[in-house]
């Protein structure tokens, strides 16, 4: 069966952007940037909340076309291309290429799509995130931790009424200080 895979990047005191959506505090240099291509490459497919959907659309799709642009950005422009994508949204009524809107999430579809063949799936966008995680739809944390406390922002997840248990799967330190902690739900 496939995976569902939540990769976040965060700062230290568990803030994934800032105030106003900053996110200029991510530390993503080439050799992060490389391990996420090498990591999002066989995934089947990007789940992802609107918000996500189109920040990632309004660059990806033309990134590699730019002469500037680093050779893992241009790779990556390719996978997300290349990529399906279902992106959760009531309100999007269009989506680009390769990707489908589906209007709720509902646990029996999410588990059917997870039962058929495939990649496993990354899953983008923090109010998303929070509702697979309610619905216990994740089964892998890719926490990448930056070294920067940036005060104030939105936090990783709401606050819940419940508990998981997590199961250490990996650890990795990149030389820009980020740190991977992969968990097993």
Not at 16 to 44: Q, T
Not at 68 to 73: A, H, K
């Amino acid at each position: 069966m496939r995976k569902i895979i939540l990769a976040m990047q965060v700062s230290l005191d568990g803030f994934f952007e800032g105030l106003d959506r900053d996110i200029s505090w991510h530390m993503v240099d080439e050799e992060l940037h490389r391990h996420m291509n090498e990591k999002l490459a066989p995934m089947g497919a990007f789940l992802e909340g609107r918000v996500t959907y189109e920040l990632m659309e309004d660059y990806w799709p033309t990134a590699d076309m730019d002469p500037d642009v680093s050779p893992p950005m241009a790779e990556f422009a390719h996978i997300w291309r290349d990529m399906p994508k279902i992106v959760y949204s009531r309100t999007l009524t269009a989506a680009g290429p390769n990707a489908t809107v589906v209007r709720e999430v509902v646990a029996a579809d999410v588990l059917a799509l997870k039962s058929q063949p495939g990649g496993d799936m990354a899953l983008g966008g923090a109010e998303l995130a929070d509702t697979f995680r309610r619905l216990g739809l994740i089964d892998e944390y890719w926490v990448y931790v930056h070294p920067v406390l940036i005060g104030r922002g939105r936090p990783m997840f709401k606050d819940a009424d419940s508990r998981a248990q997590l199961r250490l799967l990996e650890t990795h330190a990149f030389g820009n200080g980020v740190a991977l902690l992969r968990y097993a739900a």
